[in-house]
């Protein structure tokens, strides 16, 4: 058959099925702060031809939906768009921030409750029509939610992630590049455990010009001693809060870190992240999902790297995961029974 193609010129429609070539696609389940400001980074970065959002608030995706068309034109061709569940199907990577914030009075767990019932209605939706992508989750708490997705999906452990602490690791590598006065580029340092209160920057294995912080500082003559380490882990740990007192929400960091993940995914890079996922018995730690180094490529978490930590971390890592264990045995059991997901 001939049909028309750009500039007017006839050419032959070969029917390769399945074969054809097809645009990328990102599905977005929440197209609230973090979900639209994910859109739009990755709009600009030009990785995919397809962005869904979809959000029980269907107005407000199609409202996000059209302010970030409408940049298309001076960025990058893609195509935005408010969709629906059935919208996720063929999307390489499904990203969930649907959530409700902490309400006045109510604790950590009541959220944790609500957020998870939420998840047992968003999660089977997205499998019902994608059974192959992977699932990256944002909502907080966001270890708890993405073990949550990973039981109710039924899907491997590599194919659902947790943002976790890339956001975290992102934090302590700015402030420590901004202390030193480098390219926090060329600041290798991580965040691991939690994403809260709980969570653990190792900086025993700090590294930068291949030398360990100690060393590096001896060299160059600065001094971060022990009282400034702790100022900067604070102010790692309480970002969040001070940005929400000030701004109300957190978003721009976060919705790079969710590009950062997907580009990871979707180019193959074999990426180390402290994405969230299924410890594999590191430090006696199992059936949890925290934050480690983890390779990302095209499926998922390729493998969890184990750290050489000192004492201290170690033990702060331990407590991070009882922390987390505690959450999950108060949860109700459907939140976690549903799929049973596979390691
Ligand atoms: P928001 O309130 O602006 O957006 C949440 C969106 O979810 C809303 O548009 C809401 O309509 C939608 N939603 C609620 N229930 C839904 C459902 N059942 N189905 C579909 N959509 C539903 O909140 P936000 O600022 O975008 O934050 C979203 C989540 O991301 C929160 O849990 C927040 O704590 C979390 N967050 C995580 C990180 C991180 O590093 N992981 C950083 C910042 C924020």
New binding site residues.
């Given amino acids: 058959m001939l049909v028309a193609a750009g500039r007017g010129v006839a050419v032959e429609n070969y029917d390769i099925g399945p074969h054809a070539p097809h645009p990328r696609r990102v599905a977005v389940?929440?197209?609230?702060?973090?979900?639209?400001t994910f859109a739009y980074t990755l709009v600009l970065n030009g990785l995919v031809g397809e962005i869904v959002l979809?959000?029980?608030?269907r107005e407000?995706?199609e409202g996000e939906a059209m302010d970030i068309s409408h940049a298309v034109p001076l960025t990058n061709p893609v195509r935005v768009w408010a969709g629906d569940y059935s919208d996720c199907a063929g999307a390489d990577v499904v990203v969930v921030?649907?959530?409700?914030?902490q309400r006045p009075g109510e604790t950590r767990l009541d959220l944790v409750k609500r957020?998870a019932e939420?998840f047992g209605?968003?999660i089977p939706n997205i499998t019902q029509h994608n059974e192959t992508g992977i699932l990256l989750i944002?909502?907080?708490p966001?270890d708890v939610l993405s073990y949550v997705a990973w039981k109710l999906s039924g899907f491997p452990s590599r194919r659902v992630i947790?943002?976790?602490t890339?956001?975290d690791t992102a934090r302590f590598r700015y402030l420590l590049s901004d202390l030193l006065d480098l390219d926090a580029r060329n600041v290798h340092a991580y965040v691991v455990g939690e994403?809260g209160d709980s969570e653990v920057p190792i900086w025993s294995l700090a590294n930068i010009a291949g030398m360990r912080l100690n060393e590096y500082c001896r060299r160059v003559q600065c001094d971060v001693g022990d009282d400034l380490r702790a100022h900067i882990s604070h102010q790692v740990r309480d970002a969040?809060y001070e940005v929400i007192e000030r701004k109300g929400?957190?978003?721009y960091a976060?919705g790079m870190?969710l590009v950062r993940i997907v580009e990871a995914i979707l180019r193959d890079q074999r990426t180390v992240l402290t994405v969230s996922n299924l410890v594999p018995g590191y430090y006696g730690i199992e059936d949890v999902y925290l934050s480690l180094p983890a390779v990302i490529g095209r499926e998922g978490v390729e493998r969890v790297v184990e750290l050489a930590l000192g004492d201290e971390e170690l033990a702060a890592l331990n407590g991070c995961a009882q922390v987390l264990h505690t959450v999950l045995a108060e949860l109700p059991d459907q939140a976690v029974e549903a799929g049973d997901g596979a390691a």
């Fill in positions: 389940v929440g197209a609230g702060n973090v979900g639209a979809i959000d029980i608030d407000r995706a921030t649907a959530g409700t914030a957020n939420i209605h968003v944002a909502t907080n966001v947790g943002s976790g890339v956001l994403h969040a929400a957190t978003y976060v870190a």
